[in-house]
């Protein structure tokens, strides 16, 4: 079917038998009978009028028709309102006489000019390449008969603002159901984005909700913090006079009172907290950050509040260099002193009195793998550093300087991991072959060994010395935990052994500071925090994922939602509180909940398919599917089939039937490029993925077979939102308001009513935006809690919380949408 051109001139409605050489753009409605167009056959390009640049337009050309390309020449002319258009030529004056053509050698090109003669463009710019000689002297033009003069080169013509598009009206356009029609002029031009380098085009659907570049109405407020970093730091976890736990995860710290099951956040760090110490009066925090990517995220000491959460003293922006290793407050007087260690190359040593912002002094200990560091609790001016085959005590004199006694020296492959102290001011180390060693000093002020045992199966994680004189230890490897009486030269006087599922010691702490009743919290090496004492067994208080974290799901019906890592767990949580959580053969990067809520899929890196019962957590069944990990998996929306991607770049369908507990695989559908994201269409008739380079592709789930053209998929609405590129999400890329125009979106997720989008990225920024998001000045609400990538963030049911998990730290968060 023709509709009418642009001023209602041209062809009328009669209907022609030839194949159509000019398709509809919307090719949503395509047939896949054998007598259709294949949808890889078109290509959107410009043509414009010759001699009146104003009347131009956006067609979809079928490139494989019967047509003589005569005949589609002069119906393209028609729709410029020329009458016998013979000719097209590009924008340097090259004439195109076939299809092949516009498939080979003008694959790149976009504008073509139509004119009636042999001839150049006339007021178009002159398009040349440095290394080709100059073939034509004056601009180019196409004249007809009626052309009268071509301007020279340098008659440059008059500068006129952009050219009026003209678009056929809606109601001009006839439509046949079942069949395409001839022409289709596109509304809005495609937009194009830039990643890591490659420019990629995304096609906009014939109708979408109209762009809002203002932020969302709601922002995003830290409900709940899951886990404890317990896998690579030491010395992170007190409790306060009110009875809180203090620790951290990512760049939050969490106050965590289990009273009121409630948590506190302090959360003025942009970047992961490093190392921590409280203060004497127990009342102030010392916590000190990594360095980021720009300047407003430099490496620096913040001191603040427990009571009000208000940051009180900031020190060290410019001064320290990649982050800080470890911060301590002085004992003798009251905490005026602060020490950090900055991490970098010559792990510089300094000292401040931090009430003034004053620096005291600063030495380079020019030492690799230094861990921790103390002021001696009876000489503010004594420091002791320990780390990998170092322990070393510094005096700092009064003129600022440092004098260094060096207690254990390289070559020495000893780790030394924790420092305590007698209360006679004897220094007590723990190092990684199980060893505790106590150091003494003699009239001459020379220290020396006093006593040295083996208390553990190599590494000691922790020591603390409770006010009685009980020194406690825990072991990283043996996951036992002993008791020594200082006073009767550190007899053993009790120990027990964590279960394997807890990890080894990383931290113990008095749950009652200063009372000898016994019971005591242990964080532990798999990111848990336990409670009991030698003489009873330890409960859960907190669980944390003990590696990688990637999978994330939202349950369909309930504010559910599930979390599947490389430590083997699968764990299903509402909000605050864990359900239940199991322990699989297999490491899980994707997760994905059957549409009626019973059953629970998730993917494993060897390439396994686990189904899970919501109700139990029991395993119901194991399939292998391939021998590459799987990135992301999904149902369709009636949950009879389940499509999974994967690292070798394929995509398995699986028949799904008894509620989501009985699987049968119907086929594979070959790729190249390993898949990262994926979505079904709302008909379960496609499937959408993005590859590692950010390429969107398409999959026919019907025929089996990939969809080459992105111009046929462009109407087909998404199911989920899941994929991070495509023209509805475009606005997340190169957005002009971040901080780094080259950020990296690596999760988002759009809300059930389809109105938000949340977005995660590799610098560890969390966005609100608006849905659709297609603009690059489309503004948002964001929060910075992580260093590294935020791995999967999904909104659960309701749309009132947003769940995002951080990959590398494990970190778990529960984020609620308030009114703004």
């Keep these: 079917m023709w509709y009418a051109s642009p001023g209602n001139q041209g062809w009328g409605s009669k209907p022609t038998s030839r194949k159509p050489s000019i398709m509809e753009a919307d090719l949503g409605t395509l047939s896949t009978t054998s007598g259709s167009i294949k949808r890889s056959a078109g290509r959107v390009i410009r043509i414009i009028n010759n001699l009146d640049h104003s009347v131009q337009c956006r067609v979809l050309l079928n490139l494989r028709t019967s047509q003589p390309f005569e005949e589609v020449l002069e119906d393209l002319g028609q729709v410029l309102k020329i009458n016998g258009a013979k000719k097209m030529y590009t924008g340097t004056g090259q004439e195109v006489r076939s299809f092949s053509q516009l498939r080979n050698e003008f694959a790149d090109v976009d504008t073509f000019y139509l004119a009636t003669g042999t001839a150049l463009i006339a007021g178009s710019p002159i398009r040349r390449s440095r290394s080709r000689p100059s073939v034509v002297a004056a601009a180019p033009v196409l004249p007809t008969e009626d052309v009268q003069k071509v301007p020279l080169r340098g008659a440059r013509p008059r500068s006129k603002s952009r050219p009026r598009i003209l678009y056929a009206p809606e109601s001009e356009i006839l439509r046949t159901n079942g069949e395409y029609t001839m022409l289709d002029i596109m509304k809005e031009d495609p937009t194009k984005v830039t990643i890591r380098g490659l420019r990629r085009t995304f096609y906009p659907p014939a109708h979408h909700a109209p762009a809002d570049n203002t932020p969302p109405d709601k922002k995003l407020q830290l409900q709940w913090v899951h886990g ?26 969490i106050l965590l009172d289990r009273d009121e099951d409630a948590q506190r956040h302090y959360i003025g760090h942009t970047e992961d907290i490093m190392c921590m110490d409280i203060h004497p009066s127990r009342e102030l925090v010392a916590s000190g950050q990594k360095a980021g990517r720009d300047r407003k995220s430099q490496a620096h000491v913040r001191i603040w509040s427990t009571e009000s959460l208000q940051t009180l003293y900031v020190f060290g922006m410019g001064e320290l260099d990649m982050g800080v290793t470890a911060v301590a407050f002085s004992q003798l007087n009251g905490g005026s002193y602060i020490l950090a ?23 380079a200990t020019l030492q690799e793998g230094l861990s921790g560091a103390a002021f001696h609790p009876l000489d503010d001016n004594l420091i002791i550093t320990h780390g990998r085959g170092h322990l070393a005590f510094w005096h700092r004199r009064k003129d600022g300087f440092f004098e260094r006694t060096d207690i254990v020296k390289q070559p020495s492959r000893s780790h030394v991991t924790s420092v305590q102290f007698e209360p006679d001011g004897d220094v007590i180390t723990a190092d990684s072959d199980g060893f505790i060693t106590i150091y003494s000093v003699d009239s001459d002020g020379a220290y020396f060994v006093r006593t040295e045992f083996e208390a553990h199966t190599k590494g000691i994680g922790c020591l603390i010395m409770l006010g009685e004189g009980t020194l406690l230890s825990g072991g990283e490897k043996d996951r036992k935990i002993a008791a020594w009486d200082s006073l009767q030269n550190y007899k053993k006087i009790a120990d027990t052994k964590l279960p394997e599922s807890a990890g080894g010691v990383r931290t113990i702490y008095p749950q009652r500071p200063g009372r000898n009743d016994g019971n005591i919290y242990v964080g532990t090496t798999r990111n848990n925090i336990l409670e009991g004492s030698l003489q ?8 944390g994922h003990g590696r990688q974290l990637w999978g994330l799901a939202a349950h369909p019906e309930d504010e559910l939602f599930a979390t599947a890592g490389h430590d083997k767990h699968i764990a299903l949580w509402r909000k605050s509180k864990l359900i ?29 398919l686990l189904v899970i019962n919501c109700e139990n957590g029991a395993v119901m069944l194991t399939l ?23 690292q070798n770049g394929s995509i398995y369908l699986f028949r799904v039937s008894r509620d989501g507990f009985s699987y049968k695989k119907v086929n594979k559908i070959r790729g190249s490029q390993p898949l990262t994201h994926l979505d079904w269409s709302m008909d379960g008739n496609f499937v959408q993925t993005v590859t590692i380079d950010f390429d969107l592709l398409f999959w026919d789930a019907k025929s089996l077979s990939p969809e080459r053209s992105p111009i046929a998929m462009k109407d087909v609405k998404w199911l989920s939102s899941n994929c991070t590129v495509g023209y509805l999400v475009a606005g997340m890329w190169s957005n002009r308001y971040y901080s780094n125009s080259n950020t990296i979106i690596t999760t988002c997720s759009r809300s059930a009513s389809q109105d938000m989008l949340i977005s ?7 966005r609100l935006f608006r849905y ?27 749309d009132h919380t947003i769940v995002t998990v951080g990959g590398t730290d494990a970190s778990l968060m529960v984020w609620d949408l308030i009114e703004e």
């Excluded at 260690?341 to 030495?363: A, F, N, P, T």
């Excluded at 239940?580 to 396994?608: D, K, M, N, R």
Aim: net charge neutral; glycine share 12%; hydrophobic share 40%.
């Design 624 to 646: 292998r599917v391939c021998g590459s990990p799987i990135n992301c998996v999904a149902y369709n929306q009636v949950g009879d089939m389940i499509a999974m991607g994967s």
């Design 760 to 766: 995660g990225d590799a610098d560890g920024y969390i």
């Design 772 to 798: 659709p998001c297609m603009s690059p000045r489309a503004e948002f609400h964001e929060a910075k809690v992580y260093s590294g990538m935020v791995a999967c963030g999904r909104f659960l049911y309701g």
């Design 536 to 543: 009873r067994r330890f409960t859960q208080v907190v669980f």
């Design 341 to 363: 260690v900055d991490s970098g190359r010559e792990s510089i040593l300094s000292v401040w009195q931090w009430q003034w912002g004053h620096l005291l002094g600063k030495v």
């Design 580 to 608: 239940w959580t199991i322990q699989t053969g297999y490491e899980c990067v994707s997760l994905a909940f059957h549409p009626f809520g019973t059953a629970l899929a998730a993917g494993s890196t060897e390439g396994h």
């Design 228 to 253: 404890y970093r317990g896998i690579d730091a030491r010395r992170n976890l007190w409790v306060l006079p009110s009875g809180e736990l203090l620790y951290y995860v990512a760049a939050v710290a």
